[in-house]
């Protein structure tokens, strides 16, 4: 294989180890059902439908791989594309460390999805994997925001915060996954920043505290995540229109 087709191989890793208490207990969150399929299989088939995605690897809990390995094995996914479960560690962090750890060599595109945002469209897999061949060792989607944000200094629980400053919105963006990188550079920043606490939820910003470039692409309002009861009322919402418009 030559160097030019190996840099441009790409591979999706899904951290999907986590338990999504905010959605209540039980099933973990990426386990849910939307529209009678789990999130984690939306998630997967939405980052198979990219052309440009030749492996997709899903971090499963720590106990959990065999299970998901069933679960992938259950549903219908495309043909063209590899799967692989590996099991994940205590935080997110972790675990796509695990998942990039089980790559082969020949993957120089990583990107790094959230199972909890299912419903991504293929055009935005594609776009940030379009930036990162251009050259960009980073590159998230995002959205500009609808809403004022405000800076505040936290209180306790219950009191009211003071307002600190109010951020110009024009210069906000709310960011999504997939977030794509050039291999060397997410792991370099997995070798680099050391987990603390709950570890980093955000991978391009391992890659900001290396100094490296990050850019923004063109996110999609269908791309949100999924945490919370209501999230999944809109999910199945989109759901039903794209039955409507395309037989999805």
């Not at 549903?75 to 479960?85: F, G």
């Not at 500009?144 to 944000?149: G, M, Y």
């Not at 915060?161 to 709310?174: C, D, F, M, N, Q």
Request: net charge negative; proline share 9%.
């Amino acid at each position: 294989m030559s160097d030019e087709s190996r840099q441009y191989r790409t591979a999706a890793v899904i951290p999907a180890a986590g338990r999504g208490v905010r959605l209540g207990p039980g099933t973990p969150k990426a386990l849910r059902a939307l529209n009678g399929t789990p999130m984690l299989i939306h998630a997967v088939r939405a980052m198979a439908a990219s052309r440009a995605v030749s492996l997709v690897v899903v971090v499963a809990p720590p106990d959990g791989a065999p299970e998901v390995k069933r679960l992938l094995d259950t549903y219908a996914l495309p043909e063209r594309t590899d799967y692989l479960v590996v099991p994940g560690g205590d935080t997110r962090q972790e675990s796509v460390r695990l998942g990039l750890d089980a790559l082969p060599e020949n993957i120089g595109i990583v990107l790094v999805h959230d199972a909890a945002r299912p419903l991504v469209p293929v055009e935005t897999v594609d776009a940030v994997v379009q930036a990162v061949r251009d050259g960009a060792p980073a590159v998230v989607p995002a959205l500009p925001l609808a809403d004022t944000v405000k800076e505040i200094e936290p209180a306790a629980q219950g009191e009211p915060e003071p307002v600190v400053s109010t951020p110009e919105r024009g210069r906000l963006r709310a960011v999504q996954t997939p977030q794509g990188f050039d291999r060397h550079t997410l792991v370099r920043a997995h070798d680099t920043v050391a987990v603390a606490g709950e570890g980093a939820t955000d991978d391009a910003g391992m890659v900001e505290q290396l100094g490296a470039p990050v850019v923004v692409v063109q996110g999609h309002e269908e791309a949100f995540k999924v945490t919370r009861p209501l999230d999944l009322v809109l999910a199945e919402a989109v759901l039903a229109r794209r039955r409507a418009n395309d037989g999805f």
